[in-house]
């Protein structure tokens, strides 16, 4: 994957985050707010680090649970899309189809990957 690609990519993963975070801040009231959307970010954060399929190129390379390709795939489709949909149910439509957009076209750019986890 080149460098574009990986920097549109932790671009995404960031925007995804930000969604999830807005989307529990706007769910929830009070000192709740604070501790909703720590904790969603927190549960997002760890899904995406942990599970991983050992010697991707496009991470370290360590997968601390180690899981098919089809499956990390599965996750990142699930945290950066469901990011975008985030951004849409608290109220941030335009947000939301901009981020859906652009995990659309950096998979787009990522057929080699895509190969790649579709056969591990």
Known sequence: MNTANLALRFLLELAALGGFGVLAW???DGWWRVMAA????VVVV???GVFAVPD???RSGNAPVPVPGLARLGLELVIL???GLAFHYAGH???GIALVAL????YALSVERLTWLLQQ
């Open 26 to 28: 706007n769910l929830t």
């Open 38 to 41: 720590i904790l969603t970010l």
């Open 46 to 48: 760890t899904l995406w």
């Open 56 to 58: 991707d190129p496009s």
């Open 81 to 83: 899309l469901g990011g």
């Open 93 to 95: 439509s335009l947000a």
């Open 103 to 106: 995990v659309l076209l950096h």
